[in-house]
């Protein structure tokens, strides 16, 4: 089981020459999202990003520690110094651009539509008279605001991965638009019988280009020591080994 503090030890920092400062905190939505953060029946945070952060922090031979955040105030929490970076399933966007620096990114993945098997749908020529699930402060949410209203879409926005899951499954819901490698935890479950991917949506940029570790607008050295990390967690497979561990399959940039 993974600790809350990420594993480098104040030892191992001095051996390696590094100076002794403030652990980095590294936020993540407080709402667990699975695969990628959850809590393990220990009460403690886990998850591929969890996991990941932890190997990244590793590389950079820093001590880091876990900083759960309140999605929708995660990008203020930064700027205001609360917490270090963001790995949290970020999409990189030119919005968030504006106001924060992003990483390379560290995976990608489409947004898809998932709901009933028996529903028709077979794309967003469909949506007319649908109630249609988004998370709050996603991609999904800005996308559907912008391109989906004016094809009769009922859109609903929730502050919470797991309450559009419940919803969907009350029937309270019609669609969830959400991205695609998040919902194979779902669709994964004994009790999604009868749920199913029925459409991707189409490529556009308010989707982002990639998902990477959101930092402060001028923290150039920690940008720097980030990407080389990131990279080097990818380049000797650990990324790729946590993916296929979390997902069976290869999430991550190359």
């Known amino acids: 089981m993974k600790k809350l503090s990420l594993l480098i030890s104040a030892a191992f920092m001095v051996a390696a020459g590094v100076a002794n400062a403030e652990p980095l905190k590294m936020a993540f939505s407080s709402e667990p999202y699975p695969p990628f953060t959850f809590k393990a029946s220990s009460g403690e945070w886990t998850g591929f990003e969890v996991e990941l952060g932890q190997a990244i922090c590793a590389q950079m031979q820093t001590e880091c520690e876990l900083a759960p955040t309140g999605w929708s105030g995660i990008i203020p929490s930064l700027n205001a110094g609360k917490v270090d970076f963001i790995l949290g399933s970020m999409s990189i966007t030119d919005e968030r651009d504006k ?48 391109k989906l209203n004016e094809a009769g879409a009922d859109i609903r926005i929730y502050d919470q991965h797991e309450q559009m899951i419940r919803d969907l499954q009350a029937g309270r819901v019609d669609l969830i638009l959400a991205d695609q490698i998040a919902m194979i935890s779902f669709l994964g479950r004994d009790d999604a019988a009868g749920y199913t991917t029925l459409a991707e949506a189409p490529a556009d940029p308010l989707f982002g280009k990639g998902v990477g570790v959101g930092l402060r607008d001028g923290d150039d050295d920690l940008t720097a020591k980030m990407n080389t990390a990131i990279h080097a967690v990818i380049d000797d497979g650990t990324c790729t080994e946590l993916s296929q561990r979390y997902f069976d399959t290869d999430i991550c940039a190359k």
């Open 99 to 146: 106001v924060i620096d992003f990483s390379d990114p560290y995976y990608d993945a489409g947004a898809i539509y998932v709901g009933r098997t028996d529903m028709d749908f077979a794309g967003e020529g469909d949506l007319d008279g649908k109630v249609l699930a988004v998370q709050g402060a996603t991609t999904h949410a800005g996308y559907a605001r912008k």
